[in-house]
């Protein structure tokens, strides 16, 4: 049993690492903030100018705009990304890289690099498997080998993306999101080693193998994300000519639902019960008796919506919707009577990231009217429902029962609306773009002597466009709760979450937040916010008073946070007709 004090979650970070991160945070403000001005000037004249000669010249695009020769432009586009040597020398070595000026062509040549190194670091796990017996690392590896083959994909989406057309702000926006999972994918099987005791590797020191293997790899793909979210989207603002065909986002849909939705998908939603391609019942009265054989008949990374209708009853499995199920939808007759249970548990041997009862990595995901459990119970520890990796997905009237770790939003861009969450410790935590409007939160009792933290977020990089956003909630407790409970603590460094527009009832800790390690305060780099919340718990005057803490916030910094702008919700949402609002 875990005190308060004692109690280590998914993750936990090293107090030595937290201490010499920090000083190591000091530092590199001190340097950014000495050379920010230079910087922007110098690289958005260059980009600019290179760019709005390219949209002018006629023929001859080798000569630049500026007096910066190429190895110059390049050396300013790696300015702002958080390793800059590694972006220069990897991105020389390519083929033409000295041959232009082109923000546009270093970013996909940077692209090309990740991309090389993510598909060798892929063959990794299956070598370490053979330096180990231990079944549990070998669990973890299998984690591994998992998400850095969804990490090598969603860098070929990014770089098949640039193909055919200019950039839109959609499309930027499409690649921050994939090349911030690609990081999350990375640091995903770093979790699930570390979270492992020590004793498991003993001598052979997978954990230190694997971390200096994947050195390369991490920070081309952090490479990347920096310059399509400081150099590419500066493009696309200052509206240069060669971009100002696509620019801009499309009109925000009167619903407020994200226009990554489509109008077929909307309607679906509505419906109570749409046509469905194949039907699951226990009772053999559908085409199949278990979900996991309903999974197995959708296609390929189908582009067509495919429908799964069950039926009425509580289905004991576990279902995997791999990377290659796109755009599938599940629906139930109702939170209370389609049930898809799991027991699968990090104490019986079992990674985190695998416990999950069902997990979806493919795009497009849909479910409503069901409930995902994990009946593992407190003693068990890391017990997930329901995990989703799932870019564009969306969740209506869903239930998500457990204890710790009941709801794992991994990663890209999710929605949940009007759903019930329920747990313990981390019961609401990833590294999605995730945005819950109009759901119950509802912590429950915890096991003797244990706290309750709503929300665990885990931002790792800062220019990844992650976070958590909680919008015109109901948090309350399920039964009876005495146990300590806050609305969250930082996982990682640059965590990311937004309570708003919420009720939040008296169970609540007035400090509101906790922190990752005991009585050490997150570094200053994480942001925690609330605005304009109601209800007993939400009096912010003995919150914590941590530098990355804003006890309250302007319209503006809360719009950020809203379906339209955070997970560019008005491009993608009125597809599923699933309402929403989209601005506060």
């Not at 770790?405 to 890209?412: E, I, V």
């Not at 916030?553 to 946070?561: I, P, R, S, W």
Request: overall charge neutral.
């Amino acid at each position: 049993m875990d005190s308060i004090k004692s109690f280590k979650g998914y993750g936990k970070v090293d107090p030595a690492e937290e201490q010499t991160f920090r000083k190591r945070t000091r530092k590199r403000l001190i340097v950014l903030i000495v050379s920010a001005v230079v910087l922007v000037a110098v690289i958005i004249g260059a980009v600019v100018g290179v760019v709005v000669h390219k949209g002018k010249s006629s023929s001859d695009d080798s000569i630049p705009a500026s007096s910066m020769t190429p190895a110059e432009s390049l050396k300013a586009v790696c300015s702002v990304t958080r390793y800059p040597s590694s972006c220069f020398s990897s991105i020389s070595s390519q083929a033409g890289a000295f041959n232009t000026t082109d923000p546009e062509m270093f970013f996909k040549l940077s692209l090309r690099v990740a991309i090389n190194e993510m598909s060798k670091l892929s063959e990794v796990p299956s070598a370490l498997m053979e330096k180990t017996d231990d079944a549990q690392v070998k669990a973890a590896l299998t984690v591994c080998g998992t998400v850095f083959d969804d990490a090598v994909d969603r860098l070929n989406d990014s770089l098949s993306s640039l193909e055919g057309e200019n950039l839109s702000s959609s499309k930027i926006d499409d690649m921050k999101s994939w090349l911030s999972a690609s990081i999350t994918d990375q640091e995903t099987c770093l979790d699930a080693l570390n979270e492992l005791n020590s004793t498991h590797y003993g001598n052979s020191s997978i954990v230190e193998d694997i971390t200096t293997a994947m050195e390369n790899s991490t920070q081309f793909a952090s490479n990347s994300l920096a310059i399509a979210a400081k150099i590419v989207s500066v493009l696309s603002n200052v509206k240069v000519p060669i971009h100002r065909r696509l620019l801009g986002f499309e009109r925000s849909d009167s619903s407020g639902f994200p226009r990554w939705v489509s109008a077929g998908d909307r309607r679906l939603l509505q419906e109570s019960k749409p046509t469905p391609n194949v039907t699951v019942a226990a009772d053999g009265t559908g085409d199949f008796t278990k979900i996991k054989d309903a999974v197995n008949a959708v296609p390929k990374k189908s582009k067509a919506r495919f429908v799964i209708y069950i039926k009425a009853g509580t289905y004991k499995e576990n279902v995997i919707l791999d990377k290659n199920k796109w755009n599938v939808m599940m629906y139930g007759d109702g939170q209370t009577k389609t049930t898809v249970s799991g027991s699968l548990n990090f104490i019986d041997g079992t990674p985190t990231f695998s416990t999950a009862t069902v997990a979806v990595a493919g795009k497009g995901f849909m479910a409503k009217d069901m409930t995902f459990i994990n009946t593992a119970g407190p003693e068990k520890h890391q017990a997930v429902a329901f995990r989703s990796g799932s870019d564009q997905s969306v969740y209506y009237r869903c239930t998500f029962d457990a204890f710790q770790d009941t709801l794992y939003a991994h990663s890209n861009r999710q929605f949940y609306r009007e759903c019930d969450i329920i747990g313990t410790i981390d019961f609401i935590f990833g590294n999605a773009a995730v945005v819950f409007q109009n759901c119950n939160i509802k912590p429950r009792q915890p096991l003797a002597n244990q706290f309750n933290t709503i929300t665990a977020q885990g931002k790792k990089d800062p220019n990844q466009n992650t976070g958590i956003s909680i919008q015109k909630c109901t948090f309350s407790p399920l039964a009876t709760l005495t146990a300590p409970t806050y609305l969250g603590r930082p996982w990682k460094n640059y965590s990311t979450t937004v309570i708003m527009q919420s009720d939040i009832g008296s169970f609540l800790n007035p400090l509101g937040w906790k922190e990752w390690i005991s009585n050490v305060d997150p570094p200053s780099t994480i942001f925690y916010a609330e605005y304009q919340n109601t209800g007993a718990g939400s009096s912010t005057g003995q919150r914590v008073k941590w530098p990355g803490y804003k006890p309250s916030l302007t319209n503006v910094e809360a719009g950020k946070f809203t379906v339209g702008t955070f997970i560019q919700g008005r491009v993608w949402l009125p597809e599923t007709s699933v309402t929403f609002e989209q601005a506060l």
